[in-house]
């Protein structure tokens, strides 16, 4: 009779330590697949020529929304940064980050010179709320080629990267 309590027993335990080790998966697997983030606006550039593709030029859109341009590239409308919602992270906690550049940007169809995503305006870290939500505004600059290639007028599409540490 005490084979069979002893049996049980280390039954029981073995089933406990299982389940442990499932709930703590099932919770590392939870982190990392509803945790997100939602652009609820994104980065506009704005509307803008360029006189001589010649040249290398810069348009930047910051965080604070300001613009700025260089060399041949001038600014017709002022563009705007992206608002990003972090979602379903850690409570009270640092989420570090640090930006992926350089990107090319593409065309959904033709031939065009391209854009390269050269920098993203965006803070070192941001900090979630009690329910583990956080906000951030994200700007960028984007570069010519320079190579006197022309521009579609069209919408250029980026993407956007950066590392979540925390």
Known sequence: MDNIIFCYGQFLANTIRLVLKAGTLLIFYQQCTFAEIIFEENLDFGKFSIVNNSNVSEL???????????????IITPGAPALLKFINYPAYTTLYLNPITPTTGRVQSGNSAEFILTDLDIPASV???GAGEASMLLGGTIESSGTGQSYLDTDFIFSIRFTINY
Do not use: A, I, W
Request: hydrophobic content about 15%.
């Open 127 to 129: 900090t979630t709320d």
């Open 60 to 74: 930047t859109v910051t965080r604070y929304g300001q613009s700025f341009s260089s060399n041949s590239l001038r």
